[in-house]
């Protein structure tokens, strides 16, 4: 099984909501930063929103705050990614990534990626 799995995708029509998980298997979510980055046809990569391990302290894009929020289930391993008041231009595949330390995270430098998750916002 691949390290990282996202699940939650779709198409929502805009002002929709989705919710996206992401699964850790072979090694402990919380001992990383772990987060979501998203990468739209066209566009670069932007980091969306992280969570990290020694006090949970969260991360959003500006343009996702008060929308999105991101969480995590300790015991099932797993990092969620609420999405609310979505519109088009959240439309990317949206990807899971690891890094050690919150700055890496925060820079680019992922350790591990997962295989992406397509949102589509559209009416």
């Known amino acids: 099984q691949a390290p990282l799995v996202e699940t939650g995708g779709g198409l929502v029509q805009p002002g929709e909501s989705l919710r996206l998980s992401c699964t850790a298997s072979r090694f402990r979510a919380n001992d990383y930063t772990i987060g979501w980055v998203r990468q739209a046809p066209g566009k670069e990569r932007e980091g969306v929103s992280s969570?990290?391990?020694?006090?949970?302290?969260?991360w959003y894009l500006d343009s996702v705050k008060g929308r999105f929020t991101i969480s995590r289930d300790n015991a099932k391993n797993t990092v969620y990614l609420q999405m609310n008041s979505l519109n088009p231009e959240d439309t990317a595949v949206y990807y899971c990534?690891?890094?050690?330390?919150?700055?890496?995270?925060?820079?680019?430098?992922?350790?591990?990626w997962g295989q992406g998750t397509q949102v589509t916002v559209s009416s």
């Open positions: 969570i990290t391990t020694s006090d949970g302290g969260t």
């Open positions: 990534a690891t890094a050690t330390y919150f700055s890496s995270w925060y820079l680019g430098e992922y350790e591990l």
